[in-house]
């Protein structure tokens, strides 16, 4: 598969919304496990939230939970988190990676690094407080 790459970042104050996209680079998109990650400068990267590869599990972090969205639109290669009600500590570099596994990806599974084969360059978001 191609290198997926992130869209959308940038700037946003306290309480207000934004949206990144993940789109397979190419012409062609083979609908694997997907996930947003976000690493904050000094902490280590973190899971955000899951998606598979039909959409129908969908797994989030405590710290997006009822916050943020994640979506898939295959037709156009593309995945999305929308976030809403972001708070300082939601600013991070945000990266997109797929999973090339076929088997069922459980929720623990799904937070964990390791089981995920691409990465996309990631993207800056920024909350001012």
């Known amino acids: 598969q191609g290198r997926p790459v992130e869209s959308g970042g940038g700037l946003v104050e306290a309480g207000g919304s934004l949206s990144v996209s993940c789109a397979a680079s190419?012409?062609?998109?083979?609908?694997?496990?997907m996930a947003w990650f976000r690493q904050a400068p000094g902490r280590e990267r973190e899971f955000v939230a899951f998606?598979?590869?039909?959409?129908?599990?969908?797994y989030y972090a405590d710290s997006a939970k009822g916050r943020f969205s994640i979506s898939r639109d295959n037709a156009k290669n593309t995945i999305y988190l929308q976030m809403n009600s972001l708070k300082p500590e939601d600013t991070a570099v945000y990266y997109c990676?797929?999973?090339?596994?076929?088997?069922?990806?459980?929720?623990?599974?799904?937070?964990?690094?390791?089981?995920?084969?691409?990465w996309g360059q990631g993207i800056q978001v920024t909350v001012s407080s």
């Open positions: 190419g012409r062609t998109f083979s609908p694997y496990n």
């Open positions: 990676a797929t999973s090339t596994s076929t088997s069922f990806v459980s929720r623990p599974t799904a937070s964990t690094v390791g089981i995920y084969d691409n």
């Open positions: 998606i598979s590869r039909r959409g129908v599990y969908k």
